[in-house]
């Protein structure tokens, strides 16, 4: 099954997975009004889905929120 470029990665843990519905990203393009910091504070989000999230941003062309 091919998986569809706005879709969160598969492979994703599911604390991270339920950290971000909870969170109500459900889509990629949703990351992106969040800076890395603010996702990796979420109950659930560790090192590795972080770098899942930025890979699977970085192949569909978008990336986290840039914020000061």
């Known amino acids: ?3 569809d470029k706005n879709s969160l990665p598969v492979k994703l843990s599911r604390p991270a997975q339920r950290a971000l519905h909870n969170a109500g990203i459900s889509k990629l393009p949703q ?3 969040f800076s890395e910091k603010e996702i990796a504070k979420l109950h659930g989000v560790g090192p590795n889905a972080i770098v899942q999230l930025k890979k699977a941003l970085a192949d569909a062309g ?3 929120a840039i914020k000061e």
Request: aromatic letters at 12%; glycine letters at 0%.
């Open 62 to 64: 978008l990336s986290f």
């Open 31 to 33: 990351l992106t009004k």
């Open 1 to 3: 099954m091919k998986e």
